[in-house]
Structures are given as C-alpha cells and as structure tokens.
C-alpha cells in the first residue's frame, strides 16, 4: 500500500479527535485498540482522553463496537462504496439527490453531518476493517476510502489504516514489497517478479490448476479456500509447516511441525500500522522454527540444482 | 516450580500486536498473563512446549525432520510452477526466507492478502 496517507497508532494516540470505524468490530476482534491506542488514552494534544475525541462507527449491523461510538451509522450491506463516494462529493459541496442517498440504509442528512464533521475534526483517522475491504467492492472500497481521506487533506489532517487480522499478515506484505516490489501475489517463475492479482493469486492458481506444488506456511488453507482450490492441493504434493496438524496438513505429502511464532519462535512482527515489534517468547520449543526450516529447503534444493554449465565465449567472430 | 517472568512480551494474536504482556511461564505453558485481553491470554495459555505432535509426517507416516526436508526439496525442485502460500502466523525472518526459497524453486509466492 505504497503512497495511503496514513501514520502510527503512536500519532492516534497523541493527535487524533476525530475516529472513523468502518467495516469492523474492534471490540471483538482487536480488543485492545479503543484502550490502547485510539479512544480512552490520554495523549499530548488530547489531554482528557476519550472526552476529546469522537468516535464513529459504520457498519452494516449493530455490533458490541457500538457502544464505544457516539455515533453509529448503519449502512444496507454492499452499499459501503456509494456511501463512501457520496462523502467525497458532499466534502467537495457538490450537490447530492436525496433519493439517491436512500438506497445506502442512511439518510442525506446523516452524511452531510458526517462530512461537516470530519472537516472540522483537528486530525481524524478512517480505520476499516474487513467489512469494506472483503464484501462487494473489495479492493475499490479501500481505494475509495483511502482517496477520502487523501482528499479530505484539502481540509485538515486526515488519514487512513487498514484493521489487520492476524499473525503477520502486516509484516508478509511489507517483507513482499520490500524483496519484490510488490505486496502479495508474486511469479518469481522468468527469475522477476510479475505482479498480477486475478493471475497470480492463490485461489486463481489452484482453480485453474497452475501450479504443481505447494508449500504452505503460517496458513491453513484447507479449511479456509473454495473446495475446488482444496482439491488442487489434495491432487498436487503440498508441502505444510505449521506448529499444529491442520485441515492442510491431512491432505498433504509432507508436513513440518514447527515451533509457534511469539510463544516459542523469535523474531520480527509487524503491527497493523507497519511498526516492527520484537517478540519475547516465553517457552523453548521441542520443534524447529519455520525460519530454521525454511532455510534448510532451501540448501537441500540448492543442492539438487545443478551448476549452470559455464558460459565460453567463442573469441571475436571475423567479419 | 520457580516461573520464569518474561516482561514486554509481545502478542501477535491480532493485529494490534501488544507489546506490554508480562507473562509467567514454567518450562512447559504460560501459566498466567498480566495486561492481555481475553484473546491474547487464551492464545497465550493454549500454546504449550510439549510434544503434541510428530516432528514430521511424510504421506501420513511419522519420519524425521531431515527425511522431510529432503523430500519437500524434492518436490519444489522437481516443480514447473511451484506456490509458496501463507506467510500470515510466521515471522518477517521466517517470510523473507519463504520468498528467498520461492526465489530459487522460481515460484509464485502469495499471502492472505491476496483472498
Ligand atoms: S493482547 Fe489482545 S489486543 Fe493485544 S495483540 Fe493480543 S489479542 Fe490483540
């Protein structure tokens, strides 16, 4: 996600008056955001806390989260793009119809208070979650929300964060975009990287049956995928490493056991604002670290690769 | 039994990946947790040092670690368009050598990102 205006939970902490939610449900899955990071700390430019700041919330149903917001705003689900692009036209004042709001589940009203809102809050975050980024819309919703808040800074400080989920998934697309280029999806197969979601992403590969091998890392996609990509990777050899036997590891050829990553495994995690931790692993493992395992594949299929015959060059032809 | 008391220990179990946990641990589980939420505590206590499961399993029958890493090598090796996939429960040391691997076995490589 090179280029979204965005910063730190730290910066949230310290500046931000104004809290968007959209599409997720921190109270549940990230419990410790409101507490930690955005609603009821205090910080050097918020003094009171939670009395400073405002909270909203969008989704398409009432969850636990709303009780924290001051306000909540339910949308029709699969609307959240309209709702998205009506905001940044009534930021503009650009005339919007009535009716045409109706069908969004909120009123014209409701936004226009929302739109005046987020241009007079000091600095406002938009946080969404998987609601917006994996319903109808998909990625066109994250790009419309982060054009929001990239052209609400015509006004005052605005910025956007993803919610992540878990593990790593931060660090996986900051690794990918730092070794290739890009943040997921990545043919390595002409020796550089081609970058092409739809293609060369997983469930497309294995529907289509593209590849013919599998290794699979810190996932489970056997109990995750559509059947047909499960299939594939029951027809093709699979390789699992994973601190536990998962749904994958029972369809494939091979599996590591290896050790769990924070709790007996060392290294490097990414937190949702792209700040890297170190983890304190508290237990010693009886297995490998993927780390370690990964990097003994590695040397073994080294080993298999042959040295490329050595290039002679013939001498100058004679013209 | 004297506990070993880790101080900052770090969560990852959402994406806010707390970094204040103070966890107190016997040789085998995290028996308790101070400053987790519901979630991270649980994810803490769930997890054990034990030897739960075989150290590696090749066509469902138990073999060494060794004998597993040969015959993944094998197979990446012998693969026309080999997938690495997942890189989400791992560390950033742990994907960079994922992509290094997909690198060398000229595969793709993919995450939960990409679903
Ligand atoms: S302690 Fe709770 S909020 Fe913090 S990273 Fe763990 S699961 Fe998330």
New binding site residues.
Partial sequence: MGGKVSCTLGEVKNRADFIVYWGGNPAEC????FT?YTLTQKGKFIPNGRKDRTMVLVDIRETPSAKAADIFLQVRPSKDFEVITTLRALIKGQPVARDMVAETGLTLDQLQDLAERMKRARFGVLFFGMGLSMTRGKHMNSAAILTLAAELNAFTKFVAMPMRGHGNVTGGDVIMRWTTGYPFGVNLARGYPRFNPGEFSTVDLLIRGDCDAALIVGADPGATMPQPAIDHLARIPTIVLDPKLTHTSRLARVHITTAVTGISAPGTVYRMDEIPLPLRPALKSPYPTDEEVLRRIHMAVAARSRPAPPVVWPGPVAV | MELTVVKNAT????????DD?ELHADHRRIVHTK???????S?FKNHTAERLYPEALIDGREATVDEAVEAAAHYLHDAALPLVYGLSNITCEAQREAISLAELIGGVVDSHTSL
């Fill in positions: 990230h419990p410790r955001h930690k | 969560c990852t179990f959402c994406g806010c990946v707390c946990i400053a987790a939420c519901v979630l991270g505590a994810w």
